[in-house]
């Protein structure tokens, strides 16, 4: 495991906040606040940037498959998201209170979304138009 701005990084591709999930790091308070995730991350924790109201801007990776519950619940920085083509799962209450987030951009694939992962947010998820069959 390797620390990365106050999140560790398991073996496993599996990204946590410190060692406990609902447990806000204190530099995600002060802002602003944007994370650069490691290549090869496969799944964001439960809870891993829980009310991190500082986190104005994330990028998530392409191998992404997997955000968990409460994984950016109340991170009312947030204006923006674009999830990655190979996400299939969105955790319960994922994006729940982040009410500046106002552009949400869904994968074209089937994305299992979990309960009021989107509650409280301005923006509607949108998925790109798929081609016109000819």
Sequence with gaps: MFRLRGVH??????????????????TCKKGPLEITL??????????AFYQCTSLS????????????????NGCTSLSEITLPPNLTEIGWF???G??????IRLPTGPVNIGLK????????PQRPLAPLPS
């Design 94 to 96: 994922a994006f729940y």
């Design 57 to 72: 801007e994330i990028t998530l990776l392409p191998t992404l498959t997997m955000i968990g519950w409460s994984a950016f």
């Design 38 to 47: 490691p290549p090869n991350l496969t799944e964001i924790g439960a809870g």
């Design 98 to 103: 982040c009410t500046s987030l106002s552009e």
């Design 117 to 124: 992962a989107f509650k409280s947010c301005p923006g509607t």
């Design 9 to 26: 990084v398991l073996e496993t591709n599996v990204l946590v906040f410190c060692d406990t999930p609902f447990i806000t790091y204190p």
